[in-house]
């Protein structure tokens, strides 16, 4: 499926608010608001945009694992059809470098966490090497790619207007 400078933003628009209405993506794109909706129908059928809510693990309360893993004896896509399959695990990616996969996993406390990995993710065959590290805070996570946007105007002052304070960590 093509992708148009108009879809690219559109995609950009839903990174700054995903709930921002087709009428308003519609004016800061040049589009009527049926137009908008009819791309954003076209898109999300494809598979190339989906609009969900992100939550900030450690906010909850949870614990945000990033895991590097190192496969052996089987390939890579194996024992990624394996890990996805696990309710814990949020991200799934294939690596070049030390690690030939990474995953993500949100767990509600250790003891779950322990489960996970030792349980499911390292009984997985093909699985060799596991290194997991636990997200004390989220400094930044941003879906807005500057690549797609032509007028950063907007993207700028929608970013901005959202202020956000964060607990302060405790200095090591």
Not at 25 to 32: F, Y
Not at 141 to 160: C, K, N
Request: glycine share 6%; hydrophobic share 45%.
């Amino acid at each position: 499926m093509d992708i148009d400078a108009i879809d690219r933003k559109i995609i950009d628009q839903l990174r700054i608010d995903g709930r921002r209405s087709f009428a308003i993506i519609g004016r800061n794109v040049g589009l009527s608001e049926p137009s908008v909706r009819a791309r954003f129908r076209r898109l999300s059928a494809a598979g190339i945009v989906q609009v969900v809510g992100m939550p900030d693990a450690p906010k909850l309360g949870a614990l945000e694992v990033h895991v590097s893993i190192s496969v052996v004896g089987v390939p890579v896509a194996t024992v990624a059809k394996q890990l996805v399959r696990i309710p814990e695990v949020t991200f799934v990616a294939s690596a070049v470098g030390a690690f030939d996969m990474i995953l993500d996993i949100r767990c509600d406390d250790v003891v779950q966490l322990s489960n996970v990995l030792n349980e499911k993710v390292r009984r997985v065959k093909g699985v060799d090497r596991v290194e997991a590290s636990t997200v004390l805070e989220i400094i930044k996570d941003s879906y807005l790619w500057a690549g797609f946007r032509e007028d950063p105007g907007t993207t700028a002052d929608a970013v901005i207007k959202r202020p956000r304070t964060r607990p302060q960590m405790p200095k090591l």
